[in-house]
C-alpha cells in the first residue's frame, strides 16, 4: 500500500486471471448467494496473456464510491459489486472487533474509488467478469489488510470469479450449507504440476451478442430436466475423475471428460426452453476438425470447450501444438499478420504430414477465426508494487 502525505491517499494495485472451466458451472440454487446446483473445476490461465488489473485506493477526502471499468465510469449501485464491497467491510469490521486497530483497517470507512482494466479486448467475448471480481475482492483485501477466505466473496460478484482467486488447477465446491460458507475455492493442484499443458484461445467472428450467463442459467434452472440429471448423476463422478486425471497428467482423460463435459453443458443450453445457441457454424467446425485430428492419431491429442459464447479454448500438450496450430491455419485460412493472428506464447512451425491434411475432411472457412491466443496455465492473484503500476493517481482519479 502506498499513502500520499497530504490528502492520505491509500492504493493498492493488484492483477487477477482468466479461468475457463473444464468442468462447467451453469444453474445456481441460490440467486443471491450465488450458489451452484454442481461443482466445478478450471484451468487458470497464464496473466501474461490474460490478466484483470485493478487499482483501489480510500480516502478520507472521497466524497462517495466510484469505479471506472476500461477508462469508462459506472454505476457502483449494481448489486453485485456492492455484496462484494459490504462482504470485505464486514470481514475488515471482524478484525477490528478482534482488536485490530492498525491504520489500513481503520480506513475501510472511507470511501473508495475503484479502476480496473484488462490486457485483452473486452470485444474478443472473453468472460472477463471472473478475472474482474478476483481482482476486485483481492486488491480490497489488501487495502484493508484482511485475510482469510476470499474465494465466497468473490463467488457473490460472479460465480466463476471464486476459481481465479488460485492458481493451476482449482475447483469450486458445491457445498451444503444454506448460507454458503462452504461453497468455496480451493486448489486441485499448482500450475507447475503440468508444465506441459498449453491452451489455445480461437476467438472466432460472432455477429450477434449471445445470452448472458445469468440469465442463461437462470431459464436452465427453470426449464431443462437434463440439468437436474447434469448435476444429481454426472458432474459428481466427473469431478472424481477430474482431479485424478489432473494429478496424474493424463491427458487422455483430461481431454475426454473437458469435451465431453462442454458438449453437456451445450446439450444443457439446447434443453433450455426457449433454447439457447452459443455454438456457431465455425464452433461447430472446430469441434469436427479435434475429432478429425485425434481420430487421425488414434488418441486424444487435442480437446476443446466452449463457454457462453462461439470462442473455443483448446488444451493440449506443448508437444502437439504446432502441428494442429498449422492444421488450423489450413481450415481457417487469414489475410491477418501472422505476428497478429498468433498472439501470446510463441509456437515453433511445423509441416502437416499428406496423411494427416487427407484425414481432415473439412472445407476451409476463410477468416472463420479472428485470432488466437496462445497461453498456458498460470498463477493464482498477486500485487504489483510501486507507484507506476497504479491506475489512479493521488487525486483518486484515473491517470
Ligand atoms: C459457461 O460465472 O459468468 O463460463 O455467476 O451468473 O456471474 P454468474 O455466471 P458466470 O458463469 C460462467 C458460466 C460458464 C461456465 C464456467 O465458467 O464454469
Known sequence: MQENGHQRVSLVTCTAPVNIAVIKYWGKRDEDLILPVNASLSVTLHQDQLKTTTTVACSRSF??????????????????????????????????????????????????????????????????????????????????????????IARQGSGSACRSLYGGFVQWNLGERPDGTDSLAEQVAPESSWPELRVLILVVSAEQKSVGSTSGMHTSVETSQLLKHRADAVVPGRMEQMRRAIRQRDFQTFGELTMKDSNQFHAVCLDTYPPIFYLNHVSQQIITLVHHYNQHHGETKVAYTFDAGPNAVIYTLQEHLPEFLQLLRLVFPSEVPEEEFVRGLPVSPAELSEELTRDIKIKPSPQGIRYIISTKAGPGPCEVEGPDFHLLGYDGLPK
Open 63 to 152: 466524497q462517495r464510491d466510484r469505479i471506472w471499468l476500461n477508462g469508462r465510469e459506472e454505476d457502483i449501485s449494481h448489486p453485485r459489486l456492492q455484496s462484494c464491497l459490504q462482504e470485505i467491510r464486514r470481514l475488515a469490521r471482524k478484525r477490528r472487533s478482534a482488536g485490530d486497530h492498525s491504520p489500513d483497517i481503520s480506513s475501510m470507512s472511507h470511501k473508495l474509488h475503484v479502476c480496473s482494466v484488462n490486457n485483452f479486448p473486452t470485444a474478443a467475448g472473453l468472460a472477463s467478469s471472473a478475472a474482474g471480481y478476483a481482482c476486485l475482492v483481492y486488491a480490497l483485501a489488501r487495502l484493508f489488510g484482511v485475510e482469510g477466505e476470499l474465494s465466497s
